[in-house]
Every structure is written in C-alpha cells, then in structure tokens.
Nanobody
C-alpha cells in the first residue's frame, strides 16, 4: 500500500502562484510514477503532470502552456506542483496519484490522495 497526502491548496486570485505538495509513504512507493490530476465540478478528471522519482521522466498536459512545474524531493518523499499565472479555469480539486507506469490515463494509477481544492478568483 502507498499513502498519499496532498496539501497546499487554497483560494488565490488570477495571476497568483501556488505550490501543491504530495507526501508519499508506504511500501515501495519509490517504484511508482507520481502524477498530478485535477477535476473540476461536472468534468472528468484530467491529467496535469507526472514525474518519476529519479526525475528522469517528466510530462505535462499541453493545455498548461508551461505555467506549471513538477518536481520531487526524494529525501522528503514529496512531489511538488508549482503553479504560476493561475487562471480561473485552473479551479479544481487537485489529486496526487501513484501508478506503475508512465501514463496520462487516470485509470492506470492505483493509489490516490484525498485531493486539495484550488480556487482561482477572477
């Protein structure tokens, strides 16, 4: 089992920045790919970014236009999502997830955090 705990969400204004954190624990979490997804009300969960613990593989959703940066601190068992130039359309619940392979499909991820709300006001 892998446990994931997100934090860092909140209410910000358009143009602001926010950094989300995801602390991983449990058995063999280091062997999983870590992903960030988001889900807005009434919409499907969508891929945001992923990273391997080695840092050798990083992917982003094209729609982000380079505004987000994913990183990891292996010593702290933590994955980060730095979000810059936030827009109202970024408003969602953001989830951290762990899966066995490089994938943008949420169905391929096995372990999920509880989510953290990000609200961007205009």
């Amino acid at each position: 089992q892998v446990q994931l705990v997100e934090s860092g969400g909140g209410l910000v204004q358009a143009g602001d920045s926010l950094t989300l954190s995801c602390v991983a624990s449990g058995q063999s979490f280091g062997s999983y790919v870590m992903g960030w997804f988001r889900q807005a009300p009434g919409k499907e969960r969508e891929f945001v970014s992923l990273i391997t613990w080695s840092g050798g593989n990083i992917y982003y959703a094209d729609s982000l236009e380079g505004r987000f940066t994913i990183s990891r601190d292996s010593a702290k068992n933590t994955v980060y999502l730095q979000m810059n130039s936030l827009k109202p359309e970024d408003t969602s619940v953001y989830y951290c997830a762990a899966g066995p392979g490089l994938s943008t499909d949420s169905k391929r991820y096995i372990f999920w955090g509880q989510g953290t709300q990000v609200t961007v006001s205009s």
